[in-house]
């Protein structure tokens, strides 16, 4: 029998926010209260977004004012970076920033990264899988090529082939983190009200061999 080893996996976290409903009716009506903030998407008209701008004067915790939700978010952080990936942290990780995303029927979310971000997440505030797209990740492994390179079809589905990974898993109320590197988006929505909140983190100091140096907001 032929012995397989999965090497280099690729860690996505998630953690269930225990408070999921108070601060879930606290971001609903947020949104319903302060349309004027709202803005349309890049790629779709139907995703908007709250506070995804780092020239606004006001950002999300400016409005939305959760001291206990905060905390959860630096916690989940420091223990995807700490306990999962088995870095060193010196002192916590800084939010670089935090907004919120509403996406209506047939809106989406194109593949893309994160720049300038250690690590990235997503909170899901309301999702209903049945009619909200599921969080999608590209195989940073298959979607590295230097032209030209060879294929073959597929005709057995394993973790070895795919080249994006739907993340089924996900329910409302969780925070999914992942390295910040990664291509992700979602596919086209078939209904209304499909709310996360995003977000970046980086350490507070950068410590690597002799040198270290700090990051501040």
Excluded at 53 to 77: A, H, M, R, T
Excluded at 93 to 118: E, P, V
Excluded at 158 to 183: A, R, Y
Aim: net charge negative; proline share 4%; aromatic share 16%.
């Amino acid at each position: 029998m032929l012995g397989v080893y999965p090497l280099f996996p690729v860690p996505i976290g998630k953690k269930q926010y225990s408070k999921r409903n108070e601060f879930k009716d606290k971001v609903l009506n947020f949104i319903k209260e302060h349309k004027e903030l709202e803005v349309d998407g890049i790629n779709s008209p139907e995703l908007k977004h709250f506070f995804n701008s780092s020239e606004l004067e006001k950002g999300f915790f400016d409005y939305i004012q959760d001291e206990d939700f905060k905390e959860f978010l630096l916690e989940s952080s420091y223990n995807f970076v700490r306990g999962v990936m088995g870095y060193e942290l010196e002192d916590d990780l800084i939010i670089t920033d935090c907004w919120i995303n509403n996406c209506y029927k047939n809106g989406f979310q194109r593949f893309h990264s994160h720049g300038n971000s250690f690590v990235s997440a997503t909170y899901y505030v309301n999702y209903l899988p049945s009619i909200h797209s599921a969080l999608t990740f590209l195989n940073p492994f298959f979607n590295v090529h230097v032209e030209p390179f060879f294929d073959l079809n597929i005709v057995e589905t394993t973790q070895f082939n795919q080249k994006e990974i739907v993340c089924d898993f996900i329910e409302e109320g969780d925070l999914v983190l992942w390295s910040s590197h990664l291509d992700h988006g979602y596919d086209i929505n078939i209904g209304n009200g499909r709310v996360s909140i995003s977000m970046n983190f980086v350490p507070s100091k950068f410590k690597s061999g002799p040198y270290t140096f700090s990051i501040q907001k």
